[in-house]
């Protein structure tokens, strides 16, 4: 997939995870498992990017005797994901158009 | 690969970018690890989902060069901007200051056991250096002193070379005189044989006969005395080639030394 794309995709996907609510980086992954499938070191980057951009913030809880960093969308991301979604459902029915449901 | 040696080698590939967040990505990475060892996967396997250390560092730094990224941080919330309903508890502050002394400490570590590392690679090229040095001083006197009684032999030749010849000369004149004895004493009493048989021929019959005696006895002379002449050659031969030896171990004895 091209990079850019792919990083918007992933951007709407990760965003998608945070609209059921705050989450933290090992869920995020594993509730994206069956969606699309992402590493920690590629979920950082991500993660970083949306909070630099403001669709996210975050805060550090305790955690089993341990911190953990939990994420939430913010008003902006939620209005980002609902234009990367807007965006997918264009790209699919542009490739409707091309291939005419053939794959 | 450990999971510490995993987070060390990313680390290591994060050196350019500011000691805030290298220790966020690096409590990002240990908050992962612990929620997937929480979920049961074990070490191995964490770190195979987390990828080459250098390959995360690379996503991490390309992703500060990304000019989109670099334009939107001027509208990042603060974190004071998060819902005012959650202060940082006590204990949760005490965590994150543990967390930082807990990594000051690991840091500390690190350096120290890297000085000791050097320090002990340099004591190991000096001791190699002193032995290689000790070496080669040991090899020059042995040397030196090679070539020492290279040179004293060869004047010693020159100087002696006339007195040598003269006793090698002796020794061959005795062998001579000392084989001519016993092998004359035979000659002689052949000849006398010889004679004391014409004289008998000549009617001489008595001076024949003691001529030939005489003859007889001469030649068992010789024949008694060869042996005998033999050993006293061998012993004068075997008397220079002592000689030769011990001269010869004089000058091979400083050598081995």
Same mark, same amino acid.
């Given at each position: 997939m091209d990079v850019q794309l792919k990083k918007g995709v992933l951007d709407v996907c990760v965003l998608y995870a945070l609209t059921g609510g705050e989450s933290y980086g090992y869920k995020i992954i594993s509730d994206l498992h069956g969606i699309i499938d992402i590493s920690e070191s590629t979920l950082y980057p991500i993660l970083k990017r949306l909070e630099a951009g403001g669709y996210l913030v975050t805060r550090t809880a305790e955690h089993n005797g341990r911190l953990r960093r939990y994420y939430r969308i913010t008003a902006l991301g939620q209005r980002k994901f609902v234009d990367g979604r807007n965006d997918m459902l264009e790209i699919n029915t542009i490739y409707r158009k091309i291939f005419g449901g053939k794959v | 690969m450990t999971y510490n040696e995993w987070r060390d080698e990313l680390k290591s590939n994060l050196l350019s970018?500011? %000691?805030? %967040?290298?220790?966020?990505?690096?409590? @990002?990475?240990?908050?992962? @690890?612990? &929620?997937?060892? &929480?979920? /049961?996967?074990? %070490?191995?396997?964490?770190?195979?989902?987390? /990828? $080459? !250390? @250098? &390959?995360? $560092?690379?996503?991490?730094?390309? &992703?500060?060069t990304d000019t989109s990224y670099t334009g939107a941080r001027e509208n990042a919330p603060s974190y004071s901007s998060y819902p005012s309903d959650h202060r940082e508890t006590r204990r949760e502050k005490r965590l994150r200051e543990e967390s930082i002394r807990e990594d000051e400490r690991m840091r500390e570590n690190e350096r120290r056991r890297e000085d000791e590392r050097i320090r002990e690679e340099e004591r190991i090229r000096e001791d190699e250096r002193r032995r290689i040095e000790s070496e080669r001083q040991a090899k020059q006197p042995a040397a030196s002193a090679k070539s020492d009684n290279i040179l004293l032999f060869v004047i010693l030749c020159i100087i002696l070379c006339v007195p040598i010849t003269?006793?090698? /000369?002796?020794?061959? /004149?005795?062998?001579?005189?000392?084989? $001519?004895? !016993?092998?004359g004493a035979v000659c002689c009493g052949i000849a006398v044989i010889v004679h004391g048989v014409a004289l008998i021929l000549q009617s001489s019959l008595a001076a024949g006969l003691f001529e030939a005696g005489a003859g007889v006895i001469l030649i068992g002379i010789g024949i008694i005395f060869m042996p005998l002449c033999d050993k006293i050659i061998r012993l004068l031969w075997k008397a220079l080639s002592s000689l030769f030896k011990w001269i010869k171990s004089l000058f091979c004895r400083e050598a081995a030394v």
């Amino acid at each position: 997939m091209d990079v850019q794309l792919k990083k918007g995709v992933l951007d709407v996907c990760v965003l998608y995870a945070l609209t059921g609510g705050e989450s933290y980086g090992y869920k995020i992954i594993s509730d994206l498992h069956g969606i699309i499938d992402i590493s920690e070191s590629t979920l950082y980057p991500i993660l970083k990017r949306l909070e630099a951009g403001g669709y996210l913030v975050t805060r550090t809880a305790e955690h089993n005797g341990r911190l953990r960093r939990y994420y939430r969308i913010t008003a902006l991301g939620q209005r980002k994901f609902v234009d990367g979604r807007n965006d997918m459902l264009e790209i699919n029915t542009i490739y409707r158009k091309i291939f005419g449901g053939k794959v | 690969m450990t999971y510490n040696e995993w987070r060390d080698e990313l680390k290591s590939n994060l050196l350019s970018v500011t %000691e805030t %967040e290298r220790r966020r990505v690096l409590d @990002y990475y240990a908050e992962a @690890y612990a &929620d997937r060892r &929480d979920a /049961g996967y074990s %070490e191995r396997e964490i770190i195979e989902y987390f /990828g $080459a !250390p @250098y &390959d995360a $560092a690379q996503r991490i730094l390309c &992703d500060f060069t990304d000019t989109s990224y670099t334009g939107a941080r001027e509208n990042a919330p603060s974190y004071s901007s998060y819902p005012s309903d959650h202060r940082e508890t006590r204990r949760e502050k005490r965590l994150r200051e543990e967390s930082i002394r807990e990594d000051e400490r690991m840091r500390e570590n690190e350096r120290r056991r890297e000085d000791e590392r050097i320090r002990e690679e340099e004591r190991i090229r000096e001791d190699e250096r002193r032995r290689i040095e000790s070496e080669r001083q040991a090899k020059q006197p042995a040397a030196s002193a090679k070539s020492d009684n290279i040179l004293l032999f060869v004047i010693l030749c020159i100087i002696l070379c006339v007195p040598i010849t003269g006793l090698i /000369g002796t020794l061959i /004149g005795a062998t001579a005189i000392i084989f $001519a004895v !016993p092998i004359g004493a035979v000659c002689c009493g052949i000849a006398v044989i010889v004679h004391g048989v014409a004289l008998i021929l000549q009617s001489s019959l008595a001076a024949g006969l003691f001529e030939a005696g005489a003859g007889v006895i001469l030649i068992g002379i010789g024949i008694i005395f060869m042996p005998l002449c033999d050993k006293i050659i061998r012993l004068l031969w075997k008397a220079l080639s002592s000689l030769f030896k011990w001269i010869k171990s004089l000058f091979c004895r400083e050598a081995a030394v």
